[in-house]
């Protein structure tokens, strides 16, 4: 079945400008989540979505990045007034946290590279 | 704060040769995972660990979580090229957000 795609693959913005970053999460999976990686390095949390429930937004590094999930599926990342430092690859998992799961498995999509100039 | 330190954080060794990956913290994790990942693509989880002292094995791959829950390992036997990326280990607290380790960039030569 099909994975968790992303797009666009590569975005090249200048700085000042606004970014929308797209994922499609596997079907069925009610658990979405952000992450963003710099060069070679671990993952930064950024959100997480479970079903209907309030997302945790604990990650965002600041009021310019935001996120929504509509209808429980598609997920958009949006980055406003990007900076040099929002440059990194941002990945995107869903995960199915099935009924008396203590633990989610994540499956990721290959990510968006983001370079603001 | 980085919570989850890994070691080292490169290592290059020839075909055959074992090898182990560290990843440590002073907080208490619920559970603990590891992941690869190769470029250009996503993590690709491995091994997901919940019971202190756990050993888990996955053919040449040996994962083991810390009595206390604290730390973990990954042990590669007579490591292969096909065993070449990034390694990552992940801890939840039980909230289901996920903290990632500092990575380990292996590099197997044949």
């Known amino acids: 079945g099909a994975g968790v795609s992303q797009s666009p693959s590569n975005k090249v913005t200048e700085k000042g400008k606004d970014v929308e970053l797209r994922c499609d999460p596997i079907?069925?999976?009610?658990?979405l989540y952000w992450y963003r990686q710099s060069l070679g390095q671990g993952l930064e949390f950024l959100i997480y979505?479970?079903?209907?429930?309030?997302?945790?937004k604990s990650g965002l590094p600041s009021d310019r990045f935001s996120a929504e999930r509509t209808g429980g599926s598609v997920s958009t990342l949006t980055i406003q007034r990007t900076q040099q430092e929002d440059s990194a690859v941002y990945l995107c998992?869903?995960?199915?946290?099935?009924?008396?799961?203590?633990?989610?498995?994540?499956?990721f999509g290959p990510g968006t590279r983001l370079t603001v100039l | 704060t980085q919570l989850l330190e890994q070691s080292p954080q490169f290592l290059s060794i020839q075909e055959g040769e074992n090898l182990t990956v560290y990843c440590n913290s002073s907080?208490?994790?619920?559970?603990l995972q590891w992941y690869r990942q190769e470029p250009g693509e996503g993590p690709v989880l491995l091994v997901t660990?919940?019971?202190?002292?756990e050993v888990k094995k996955l053919k040449r791959l040996t994962f083991q979580f810390g009595d206390a829950r604290k730390d973990s390992s990954l042990h590669i036997t007579a490591a292969q090229p096909g065993d070449t990326g990034l390694y990552l280990c992940?801890?939840?607290?039980?909230?289901?957000?996920?903290?990632f380790g500092t990575g380990t960039r292996l590099k197997v030569l044949a």
């Open positions: 079907s069925g999976h009610t658990a």
């Open positions: 998992a869903s995960s199915p946290r099935l009924a008396g799961d203590r633990t989610d498995t994540q499956y």
């Open positions: 979505f479970q079903g209907n429930s309030a997302p945790d």
């Open positions: 992940a801890g939840d607290r039980g909230t289901y957000k996920y903290i």
């Open positions: 907080s208490v994790f619920s559970s």
């Open positions: 660990v919940v019971t202190g002292g």
